[in-house]
């Protein structure tokens, strides 16, 4: 299924202006309907850039699916947003995950090389195996320890094989409006019980969705002034760093502030990673250092809590994932 979003303005302007709307220069957002890309949708729209957005009835597995879907469209951009995700999961789905996390960035990458237009392309933290003790550049070799890393990396590969216009964003820890996240899934936790365990030996970095949509709008609209941003490789996350205890522990205390948790009394206890054990590893340490994006694009990212603090407070804000 296709969607085609506009500013309001020029979306009620141009309705029935179809055929004329089709031939217009547009972002392409692969996967409009996940947690990531429900944002960059919003975040575009805000900014009013144009685009159309594709589910997974437009498939990345295939190449002529996705060819015949640009044909007599002028995409200006791409950007990937569609992955497998489910982390555990993979561990015993590897083929399907190897296919949408490595064969279908590789078909999205030989496309947008056809069209000759930059592709933006979502990568992970968990390419690293969490070995490093201070935050992590881009020139760090990948070492993933997990399926889902593994086909990640494999993805960024075939990425930078395919075509030389590309911008690998790696990011961390995600949770966003539109999404099941460790956000919600904490308060709704918070609300139901008397105590909760969370592991308080991974290090990391929680990223509002919304800081990532901002960064790929930038690239996007710098890109479409005909100002240069280097490709690459590049590390986005918010600031800072915690552990996923600390991180409830945030989560906890402006929950109760702004009222969506009632239940105060919830205590939140720390545990080790050995005592919560997943089918899949996790990097113990996965920082990522964002010098370079900030310096590409001249920007100072937001720290941690203050992402935290403007999405637990937002209108936004999905009350109906936390009952
Ligand atoms: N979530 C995190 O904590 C996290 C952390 C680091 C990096 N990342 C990366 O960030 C990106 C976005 O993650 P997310 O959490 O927003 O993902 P998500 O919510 O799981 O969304 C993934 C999207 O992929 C689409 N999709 C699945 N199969 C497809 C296919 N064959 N063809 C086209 N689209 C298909 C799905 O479409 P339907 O809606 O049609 O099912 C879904 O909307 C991914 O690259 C992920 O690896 C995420």
């Not at 979502?122 to 990948?142: L, N, W």
């Not at 990097?283 to 964002?290: F, G, Q």
């Amino acid at each position: 299924m296709e969607y085609e979003y506009f500013s309001l303005i020029k979306y009620i302007i141009c309705e029935n202006l179809c055929s004329s709307v089709v031939n217009k220069k547009m972002v392409w957002i692969i996967g409009c309907n996940g947690m990531l890309g429900t944002q960059v949708c919003r975040t575009l729209s805000e900014k009013n850039i144009d685009f159309t957005g594709t589910d997974s009835s437009v498939s990345i597995l295939d190449y002529q699916v996705l060819e015949d879907f640009a044909s007599g469209k002028e995409i200006s951009c791409i950007v990937n947003c569609a992955a497998y995700t489910a982390v555990d999961k993979a561990e015993s789905d590897v083929e399907f995950a190897q296919a949408l996390n490595a064969d279908g960035p590789k078909n999205i990458a030989r496309l947008a090389k056809k069209l000759g237009c930059p592709l933006i392309h979502i990568s992970t933290d968990y390419v690293f195996d969490g070995t490093a003790s201070s935050p992590i550049s881009e020139s760090t070799p990948v070492k993933p320890i997990g399926v889902y890393g593994n086909t990640k990396a494999e993805g960024e590969k075939a990425v930078m094989a395919e075509t030389d216009d590309f911008y690998i964003l790696r990011t961390a820890w995600l949770y966003g409006f539109n999404g099941k996240n460790f956000v919600y899934t904490m308060i709704r936790a918070m609300n139901a019980r008397e105590s909760v365990k969370v592991v308080c030996d991974q290090r990391g970095t929680p990223t509002n969705c919304v800081t990532l949509a901002s960064i790929i709008s930038g690239i996007i609209s710098k890109r479409l002034s005909g100002a240069k941003v280097s490709n690459g490789i590049y590390h986005v996350t918010d600031e800072g760093e915690t552990t996923w205890f600390d991180f409830a522990r945030e989560i906890f205390d402006m929950g109760v502030k702004s009222g969506c948790i009632t239940n105060k009394n919830c205590v939140v206890n720390p545990c080790s990673t050995s005592e919560y054990p997943t089918p899949a590893k996790r990097p113990a340490y996965s920082v990522l250092d964002k010098s370079k994006i900030q310096k590409e694009l001249g920007i100072t990212l937001p720290q941690w809590q203050e992402s935290l603090g403007k999405f637990i407070n937002s209108p936004l804000f999905d009350k109906k994932r936390i009952q």
